[in-house]
């Protein structure tokens, strides 16, 4: 997998956006970028993933800079229940949908 | 569709036991996949299957045997459990077509004393 670089924690106040930053500086032309989030000791849950241009789902949107060495994970309107671990992962192309999870960025949503 | 279905949802083993923990999917795909979670840390990948008959070797294998006989099963059996085996188990599967989305079942925590 291309390295992919997270803050450890963040902080989001609720009905705030949450711009949850990733850094993959060696990710190569063709791999995607996947985020998935873990609630609480729940199974990880796909978000959205992209490869060049912008993405936007019911769940959040990623914005994939331009040199596709770093993203951000949006999520508008953050609630408590968006209260998890975030990881971003930028798998090889070969990888077969094998999947490295990482640490992860743990986001608290607080009231 | 019940997506990934994992069992037993706890289970404490003595060391040296064994176990298989079952995972079944009802969604028709072909990749299914077993990782472990230890506390505060992200998943590692112990075996991978691409289709019914193929398994393969994931990140940390030993001590952990695989089968694949149907496309719906994937069940995980740990040979002679170690205290170092003590983790959350999951299961995942997907479609193999490079989308990337796994769809993961709930976990299973195991306990080695």
């Known amino acids: 997998d291309a390295k992919t670089t997270q803050p450890p924690s963040m902080d989001c106040a609720e009905g705030r956006a949450a711009n949850l930053p990733c850094n993959h500086s060696?990710?190569?032309?063709?791999?995607?970028v996947y985020w998935y989030r873990q609630i609480h000791s729940q199974g990880p849950q796909y978000i959205i993933h992209g490869l060049k241009n912008n993405e936007t789902n019911e769940m959040a949107s990623l914005i994939i800079t331009e040199d596709r060495k770093s993203s951000t994970l949006i999520l508008p309107h953050a609630t408590l229940r968006d209260t998890a671990v975030y990881y971003c992962i930028a798998p090889p192309t070969n990888a077969g949908n094998m999947l490295t999870f990482g640490g992860g960025t743990r986001l608290m949503v607080k009231p | 569709n019940a997506g990934v279905t994992q069992t037993p949802k706890f289970r404490i083993l003595k060391i040296g036991q064994s176990m298989t923990l079952q995972c079944a999917q009802d969604?028709?795909?072909?990749?299914m996949y077993w990782y472990r979670q230890d506390p505060g840390m992200g998943l590692k990948l112990i075996y991978y299957s691409v289709g019914a008959g193929i398994t393969d070797k994931g990140e940390v294998p030993n001590g952990y045997n695989v089968s694949r006989s149907t496309t719906e099963d994937f069940p995980l059996r740990l040979e002679l459990a170690a205290p170092s085996q003590t983790s959350v188990y999951f299961c995942?599967?997907?479609?193999?077509?490079?989308?990337?989305?796994?769809?993961f079942g709930e976990g299973s925590r195991l306990t080695v004393l």
């Open positions: 995942a599967s997907s479609y193999g077509d490079g989308t990337g989305e796994l769809f």
């Open positions: 969604m028709n795909h072909n990749y």
């Open positions: 060696t990710i190569s032309g063709n791999e995607y």
